[in-house]
């Protein structure tokens, strides 16, 4: 269990802080108008035009490289969406039997151009956000944020909100070990004893917090992480070659279909 949990904690470090050494060193704010162009366009376009969204796949393959990560470290992690999508998607060849194309003796149905846009949409979403995290952290995130306007008491409310996730880690592994040490080998928990676990997990993450936010409040906290948000980068013409390219390249994927050179 402490070794469970020692990893966990170790992820959150890593999440929050990010792990890439960049090629090519861009602003947090570059990366964050990237990312939001990217979203946007990307889902503008409609799920059943798997030609197009593919073509959207060149952003993460080739920023990969460039924001020091690899490729398919980011693919495989994506895949973790996989399920949800797949809960979204699967009703979609079910529910329309509309034709809209015959491959060879095959009657290509609008519900399966649907099924597996929804799967390329989602992969690629996540895809996006994994390169923003894993090169910047999620506190560099929050501070590209608050320095491209972002209203103060939001940014500080998410990086609370990330900070006592490792509260809930915690007090979850403290739990667990007083049960451990109680059952007398037993592995199975009763829905009775699940649902009393979680109202103690709750009760106790709030006590930890009340005690977390005095001590904040003793210290001079006053409702800004100053210390946090303060570093300053500096915006280059890496940052903005960066941000103009990659927005010239999505509003051209999005208003011109390039599937149809190769027809």
């Known amino acids: 269990m402490g070794s469970k949990v020692e990893k966990s904690l170790s992820i959150l ?107 390329v949409r989602g992969l690629l979403s996540m895809q996006a956000l994994l390169l923003l995290i894993r090169s910047i952290g999620f506190v560099g995130m929050v501070r590209g944020m608050s320095r491209l306007g972002v209203p103060r008491f939001l940014t500080v409310q998410l990086l609370m909100v990330f900070r006592y996730i490792r509260v809930l880690i915690e007090e979850g592994a403290s739990m667990k070990a007083a049960r451990d040490a109680r059952s007398f080998g037993r592995k199975n928990l009763s829905l009775k004893l699940w649902g009393v676990l979680v109202g103690q997990l709750f009760l106790r993450s709030v006590d930890r917090a009340e005690r977390v936010h005095r001590a904040m409040l003793a210290r001079g906290f006053h409702g800004d992480i100053s210390y946090s948000l303060s570093s300053r980068s500096r915006w280059g013409w890496s940052s903005t070659l960066y941000l103009v390219v990659w927005m010239i390249i999505f509003v051209m994927l999005r208003l011109f279909n390039l599937s149809l050179l190769f027809v």
């Not at 798997?50 to 990560?69: E, F, N």
């Not at 609008?110 to 929804?118: A, D, M, R, S, T």
């Open 13 to 119: 470090d890593a999440v929050a802080q990010g792990g890439a050494n960049p090629y090519l060193a861009v602003d947090p704010r570059a990366l964050l108008l990237v990312t939001v162009g990217y979203l946007c366009l990307m889902l503008s376009v409609p799920t059943a035009h798997i030609d197009i969204l593919l073509w959207y796949a060149l952003y993460p393959i080739i920023s990969a490289p460039l924001l020091g990560l690899s490729y398919s470290s980011v693919f495989f992690q994506s895949l973790i969406v996989l399920p949800l999508v797949l809960l979204l998607a699967v009703f979609n060849p079910i529910l329309d039997h509309t034709p809209v194309a015959d491959f060879q003796g095959w009657v290509i149905t609008n519900g399966w151009l649907l099924f597996w846009g929804v799967i």
